[in-house]
């Protein structure tokens, strides 16, 4: 976990709405930046949106979902019990990275599955909380261990934020052991998951998120 996730199409305008709810009014947006891919397929090293704060009022830019440490292999998760190998990142690199859900593959009947996982929630987007490299090219989903409620489905989780972390978490003053502690653990009873059609390169739309039930191949009698 998170190997892909669902991002839908919310316009650049509606993103700054989203953001101004959430934090403080003000939100900007980077005109650098290169527009991110978006959809309900989203993949490694797909351009996607971020939030990051500038100063002191969060920022609309973007960022490739993949760090490459010198030496190393892509990244696209960071755990967040490790803040040590991410020690530049948390201190100067957090970030918010808006989605509808995230893909999971859990193993049923002998084969892999797949699952669409969201939160209940008023907002119509949730925000994973991400690090960004100092070079600004490349970030990461935080994962954890799961809530119980959807502990059965995978042994790590992506860190959903709740909106009363939201501004310490993207401005820094948000404690590394209080990060570890608390983040991301306040959805347990709200989760919601259901089987989804097989994902293929050409997996687009909104129907990639919808409930699937397999038609019935054999009868038992």
Excluded at 83 to 111: K, N, Q, V
Aim: charged share 20%; hydrophobic share 35%.
């Amino acid at each position: 976990m998170c190997g892909r996730f669902a991002a839908g199409h919310l316009t650049q305008k509606q993103m700054v709405e989203i953001v101004e709810g959430f934090l403080t009014p003000g939100a900007t947006v980077d005109a650098d930046a290169q527009p991110p891919k978006g959809g309900y397929h989203i993949r490694p090293t797909n351009r996607i949106a971020l939030v990051v704060q500038q100063g002191k009022t969060p920022m609309l830019t973007t960022a490739n979902w993949q760090i490459t440490p010198p030496g190393g292999r892509g990244l696209i998760n960071a755990k967040i019990e490790n803040t040590g190998f991410w020690h530049d990142e948390w201190a100067h690199g957090r970030c918010m990275i808006p989605a509808l859900g995230y893909f999971e593959w859990p193993t049923a009947s002998g084969r892999k599955e797949p699952m669409f996982i969201t939160v209940k929630r008023n907002a119509p987007v949730l925000f994973f909380a991400g690090l960004r490299s100092l070079d600004r090219q490349g970030c990461v989903i935080l994962t954890r261990e799961p809530s119980p409620q959807i502990a059965h489905i995978h042994n790590r989780m992506p860190v959903i934020l709740s909106p009363d972390d939201m501004t310490e978490w993207l401005n820094g003053t948000m404690q590394r052991a209080a990060a570890q502690d608390h983040l991301g653990t306040q959805w347990d009873g709200r989760f919601e998951h259901h089987r989804i059609k097989p994902l293929t390169a050409e997996s687009e739309g909104e129907s990639v998120i919808e409930p699937y039930s397999p038609p019935q191949t054999s009868f038992d009698f």
